[in-house]
T-cell receptor
Framework: SQTIHQWPATLVQPVGSPLSLECTVE??????LYWYRQAAGRGLQLLFY??????ISSEVPQNLSASRPQDRQFILSSKKLLLSDSGFYLC??????????FGPGTRLTVT | KNQVEQSPQSLIILEGKNCTLQ??????????LRWYKQDTGRGPVSLTI?????NTKSNGRYTATLDADTKQSSLHITASQLSDSASYIC???????????FGPGTRLSVLP
């Protein structure tokens, strides 16, 4: 069966510090991968998606970036965090059906 | 502009009661509509998914309906349980690209 992992589960970082969040998927090949952000009490906002290794599409301009170095690995990064980057970050994968499957999320607090 | 609206924003019901959540969308061209349940601090979990040709889909005590003509969907929860307390998110996808439009969610609280 397929599983999706995210780490860390929680993170507290000072403004201006770098960021690296990792997402890995098991049990499937060539999935579409997605990064979402959810601000407190708000809906999910699509940040990046990838249809293959090295292929990244950005949905919103921001100081974040994403990379897909391996088929089932998706990384979200920032060189300098802003206060507005605080939120709940969710990774998701999609196979050959319409279904998207979400990871457990990372709670990021920028102080 | 592609949008998904949900109502009510929040809802409080007593355990054992039924409730219905609403979703209106303007996403075009329509591909599919999904309902997710999201517990606090967790990732969303899929409840139902419907394509253009489907007008109802059930998953246990959850029943979703879709009216593609009026661009409306509802999620009906029967005999609510305390564990149903969560946010329920409506997501509509368009055919082109990776256009997933998320609604803001309805926060449901089931009280004993």
């Amino acid at each position: 069966s397929q599983t999706i992992h995210q780490w860390p589960a929680t993170l507290v970082q000072p403004v201006g510090s770098p960021l690296s969040l990792e997402c890995t998927v098991e049990g499937t090949s060539n999935p579409n991968l997605y990064w979402y952000r959810q601000a407190a009490g708000r809906g999910l906002q699509l940040l990046f998606y990838s249809v293959g290794i090295g292929q990244i599409s950005s949905e919103v301009p921001q100081n974040l970036s994403a990379s897909r170095p391996q088929d089932r690995q998706f990384i979200l990064s920032s060189k300098k965090l802003l206060l507005s980057d605080s939120g709940f970050y969710l990774c998701a994968w999609q196979g050959t059906t319409y279904e998207q499957y979400f990871g457990p999320g990372t709670r990021l607090t920028v102080t | 502009k592609n949008q998904v609206e949900q109502s009510p924003q929040s809802l409080i019901i007593l355990e054992g009661k039924n409730c219905t959540l609403q979703c209106n969308y303007t996403v075009s061209p329509f591909s599919n509509l999904r309902w997710y349940k999201q517990d606090t601090g967790r990732g969303p979990v899929s409840l139902t998914i419907m394509t253009f040709s489907e007008n109802t889909k059930s998953n246990g005590r959850y029943t979703a309906t879709l009216d593609a003509d009026t661009k409306q969907s509802s999620l009906h929860i029967t005999a609510s349980q305390l564990s149903d307390s969560a946010s329920y998110i409506c997501v509509v996808s368009a055919f082109h690209g990776q256009n997933f439009v998320f609604g803001p969610g309805t926060r449901l609280s089931v009280l004993p």
